[in-house]
């Protein structure tokens, strides 16, 4: 086994969650981004709520989304509906007294025109900050002036539990709010994003979400926010990690996109640690001279204990940083030092 470091491009890597600071995702810290919020749930975080409550509580937050959507070969500034243009539909929520809203990446891809309807059932323009489509997430703001607004909190996604109760709250038709009740089904999911990158740590829930009701807040039992469910796939019920939106919510507020730091190697999680299960062809993992097969037994000091939280960690870092990995191969052990890159578009073949 080599150890050698390798000057490589910035870079970034989603397959998991967190995308900025990792104390940030650590200590649940909210980012400069989030900290205008108002509070909406609970003031106590232990407290327990009815389903009722949690559904009051955050009905007022949840929007209707309308973006037209130009198609491939279609022209933005054809006045008539034909094939080429589309209507797109989710819901979204409100994250802070500014306008600022959270919903998903797909319903407003290709977007030339975005409309928000309130419960009051008022409709405003509104415009995209940022999206993410590796997480699925994307930021809107709207002119906050005349808005009865009500921000939901963010709570902690590190503390949801495989069998936790949460209910599920969309508006699919912009006139009235519904809520579908169930269960945290996994906590550890990972679906795969366009790019042919997973997602790694999401939920799934046995939650009933509409179409239209994607991009809606996943709410744990004390009403704060726990998840933002996704229906990328059109048929699963999912839930990007409110850590992981805090961090994506962020770096879209500051930079327009999410740039992240790229490993390159895919793995399974073992008792032993991480298994290494492919390596990408001169990535940052194949220059360091990790090998399918190997054994990732620590990451910077600290026991791997699963392949998602290492996509955190990665997630943890910039493009150009080291990460040093303990690894097991054929009996023998050693240190690796990793120089991570910036994460390219596309998966690498291979």
């Known amino acids: 086994m080599r150890t050698r470091q390798v000057a490589v491009p910035l870079v970034a890597a989603v397959i998991g969650g967190a995308i900025t600071a990792a104390a940030m995702l650590a200590g649940g810290t909210t980012s ?11 003031s106590s975080p ?30 933005a500034f054809q006045t008539t509906t034909g094939n ?35 419960p009051d059932g008022r409709t405003v323009p509104a415009h995209v900050v940022g999206k993410d489509e590796q997480t699925d997430l994307a930021v809107l703001a709207v002119n906050p002036d ?46 795969e994003a366009p790019g042919g990158y997973m997602i790694s ?8 979400i509409q179409p239209a009701s994607s991009g809606g807040p996943l709410l744990g039992a004390d009403g704060r926010v726990v998840g933002v469910t996704s229906r990328m796939d059109g048929t699963s019920a999912f839930a990007i990690p409110v850590n992981t939106a805090r961090a994506v919510v962020d770096q879209l507020e500051h930079a327009g996109r999410v740039v992240r730091a790229y490993i390159g190697m895919r793995g399974t999680s073992t008792p032993g640690g991480v298994e290494v299960t492919s390596v990408h062809p001169d990535g940052p993992a194949d220059h360091a001279g990790i090998q399918v097969g190997d ?41 690796v030092t990793v120089t991570l890159d910036q994460r390219p578009a596309t998966m690498p073949a291979g």
């Open 32 to 42: 400069s981004g989030v900290t205008r919020q108002g509070l909406l749930a609970s």
């Open 46 to 75: 232990s407290e327990v709520l009815s389903t009722g409550e949690i559904f009051d509580r955050a009905a007022p937050s949840v929007v209707y989304i309308r973006a037209r959507t130009v198609q491939p070969g279609g022209d």
């Open 84 to 118: 080429d243009l589309a209507l797109s539909t989710g819901s979204g929520f409100v994250l802070d007294n500014d306008g600022r809203l959270l919903t998903n990446a797909h319903t407003i891809n290709g977007v030339t025109n975005v409309q928000v309807t309130f």
């Open 146 to 191: 005349g808005l009865d607004l009500h921000p939901l909190e963010l709570g902690d996604s590190n503390a949801v539990r495989a069998g936790d109760p949460v209910v599920v709250v969309g508006n699919p038709n912009g006139i009235e709010a519904g809520a579908g009740t169930g269960r945290i089904a996994a906590a550890d999911q990972q679906i």
């Open 201 to 208: 740590g999401v939920f799934s829930t046995d939650a009933v």
């Open 295 to 335: 054994m990732i037994e620590a990451i910077d000091g600290r026991p791997a204990k699963s392949f998602a939280e290492l996509m955190l960690d990665v997630d943890g870092h910039s493009p150009g940083d080291s990460m040093q990995l303990s690894v097991l191969r054929n009996e023998a052990r050693g240190e």
